[in-house]
């Protein structure tokens, strides 16, 4: 199983006076597993998933999170393929914009 943790940012979705993002959460995505169909893309609520070019070993493309994440689980539900796992962290954490951080600390959510 090839998985990617991607990171979302927090439920302010704004960045500080220091150019950072307060985070909330993760997704860890299995692009293996997925088969594209965007509607994970469709079903989060911040906006913040999109569709990679890249693609998996077979053939289709893979979301990507991006910077806002709120960890409220949408795309867990949401996926057929249960590709999703969110977790969602004790304390916000201010990460630097862009940066994709590991579920390190974080605490298993509700999802899939």
Not at 4 to 15: E, K, L, M, Y
Request: a positive charge; proline letters at 5%; one cysteine or more.
């Amino acid at each position: 199983m090839n998985e990617r943790s991607v990171q979302g940012t927090g439920a302010t979705a704004g960045t500080t006076a220091s150019h950072g993002v307060l985070t909330r959460g993760t997704v860890v995505i299995d692009v293996e597993a997925c088969k594209g169909c965007d509607l994970c893309v469709a079903a989060c609520k911040p906006g913040v998933l999109v569709m990679t070019g890249a693609t998996n070993r077979r053939g289709y493309r893979y979301p990507e999170l991006r910077a806002g994440c709120t960890a409220c689980r949408a795309c867990a539900q949401i996926c057929p393929d249960f590709v999703f796992q969110v977790w969602k962290f004790d304390q916000p954490v201010e990460i630097p914009a862009g940066a994709v951080p590991s579920a390190r600390g974080a605490v298993r959510g509700n999802g899939r």
